[in-house]
């Protein structure tokens, strides 16, 4: 099958800077679109960025100017993130459309999730 594993999260102080990753392995023909999404306690979850195949990308109005969505040829995207603010505050899941080798259809996989903490 497909994973999704996350790296980069943590904590760090309002105006610092954190940069996530997600490298997507397995049985994988191709990557479609991937995103990433954050959902902080209490609230539901969103989608904070998304990059097409073509590295087109959309941003929520919240982090547009701070957050840099990018992938690499090697199915690895990531998130950088400038200007952290406590809002910000949540866990942060990485999610792929994959087309997969075996079956020659495509699947939607999420990744375990990774904390960011922004403290005032």
């Known amino acids: 099958q497909v994973q999704l594993v996350e790296s980069g999260g943590g904590l760090v102080q309002a105006g610092g800077s954190l940069r996530l990753s997600c490298a997507a392995s397995?049985?994988?023909?191709?990557?479609?679109?991937m995103g990433w999404y954050r959902q902080a306690p209490g609230k539901q979850r969103e989608l904070v960025a998304s990059?097409?195949?073509?590295?087109?990308t959309n941003y929520v109005d919240s982090v547009r100017g701070r957050f840099t969505i990018s992938r690499d040829a090697r199915n690895t995207m990531y998130l950088q993130m400038n200007s952290l603010k406590p809002e910000d505050t949540a866990v942060y899941y990485c999610n792929a459309r994959v087309l997969l080798k075996d079956t020659y259809t495509y699947t939607r996989y999420w990744g375990q999730g990774t904390q960011v903490t922004v403290s005032s």
């Open positions: 990059i097409t195949a073509g590295s087109s």
């Open positions: 397995g049985s994988i023909f191709s990557v479609d679109a």
